[in-house]
């Protein structure tokens, strides 16, 4: 089923991250990490879809997708970026597998966090946050989405990595398979893994060679 919906509000979040707020179809539901298809409601964007994943709380009286510009690809998130308040997207049903089944480690690299975002939002809200440890990898420190808010949610359990600026108080290097076994020595708990694919798969494949069960693993297969 599809829905034609009005932009309320649009803000700035980083340099190239915009969140934006629509409205929010009557009946219309989501869990915690799930996203849907979006397209522009505009003369040939119609059918030009993308995923995003919802960032609100599904009880708020509005949807919120926080998006990441990709000015080389001269496509969707570019249009996306140039919308304003009263501009119009189509909506799509809802789809994803990434779910909160416990307590765990998040692994997230660049706008992969956003499932992870109303996930941990969600878990602030029922005071369960605790017990949960974020590693975030990014190029810049520049380019970290709502890191005050996720410092705010998890404290020093919030871990901010940067693999191309070296900075006091962040850890530089690559989230790899030598991270995972020295940072993440509980094998027992969950892994939350998301980001772009090639980092995906090798995580994956690095959490299963330290050990863990691989039903301990949480992706959007």
Same mark, same amino acid.
């Given at each position: 089923? !599809? @829905? $034609? /919906?009005?932009?309320?509000? /649009?803000? !700035? =979040?980083?340099h190239? %991250?915009?969140?934006? &707020? +629509?409205?929010?179809?009557?009946?219309?539901?989501?869990?915690?990490?799930?996203?849907t298809?979006?397209?522009?409601?505009?003369?040939g964007?119609?059918?030009e879809t993308?995923?995003?994943?919802?960032?609100a709380?599904?009880?708020k009286p509005? +949807?919120?997708?926080? *998006?990441k510009r990709?000015?080389?690809?001269?496509?969707?998130?570019? &249009?996306?970026?140039?919308?304003?308040?009263?501009?119009?997207?189509?909506? &799509?049903? =809802?789809?994803g #597998?990434i779910?909160?089944?416990?307590?765990?480690?998040? *692994?997230?690299?660049?706008?992969?966090?956003?499932?992870?975002i109303a996930?941990?939002?969600s878990l602030?809200?029922?005071?369960?946050?605790?017990?949960?440890k974020?590693f975030f990898?990014?190029k810049?420190?520049?380019?970290? *989405?709502y890191k005050?808010e996720l410092?705010?949610?998890?404290?020093a359990d919030?871990v901010f990595v940067?693999? &191309?600026? !070296?900075?006091?108080g962040y *850890? @530089?290097?690559?989230i790899?398979a030598?991270? $995972?076994?020295t940072?993440m020595?509980?094998?027992?708990?969950?892994?939350?893994?998301?980001?772009p694919?090639?980092? /995906?798969?090798e995580? %994956?494949? #690095? %959490?299963?060679?330290a050990g #863990?069960?691989?039903e #301990?693993l949480v992706f959007?297969?």
């Amino acid at each position: 089923m !599809q @829905h $034609i /919906v009005k932009i309320s509000e /649009v803000f !700035q =979040v980083t340099h190239d %991250v915009k969140c934006f &707020r +629509l409205e929010k179809p009557e009946g219309y539901s989501f869990h915690p990490g799930q996203a849907t298809d979006l397209s522009i409601h505009q003369p040939g964007m119609e059918e030009e879809t993308r995923p995003f994943t919802f960032t609100a709380l599904a009880d708020k009286p509005y +949807l919120e997708f926080t *998006i990441k510009r990709y000015p080389d690809h001269h496509g969707i998130t570019d &249009r996306l970026h140039q919308l304003k308040p009263g501009d119009e997207l189509i909506l &799509r049903d =809802v789809w994803g #597998a990434i779910e909160y089944q416990g307590a765990g480690y998040f *692994i997230a690299g660049g706008a992969g966090i956003t499932p992870f975002i109303a996930i941990l939002r969600s878990l602030q809200a029922q005071k369960k946050a605790a017990g949960n440890k974020l590693f975030f990898s990014n190029k810049t420190s520049s380019d970290i *989405i709502y890191k005050e808010e996720l410092e705010n949610i998890l404290g020093a359990d919030a871990v901010f990595v940067l693999t &191309r600026e !070296q900075k006091e108080g962040y *850890i @530089h290097g690559r989230i790899d398979a030598d991270f $995972i076994r020295t940072k993440m020595t509980d094998l027992k708990k969950l892994f939350y893994i998301c980001g772009p694919d090639p980092m /995906v798969n090798e995580l %994956v494949n #690095a %959490v299963r060679e330290a050990g #863990a069960s691989p039903e #301990a693993l949480v992706f959007e297969k």
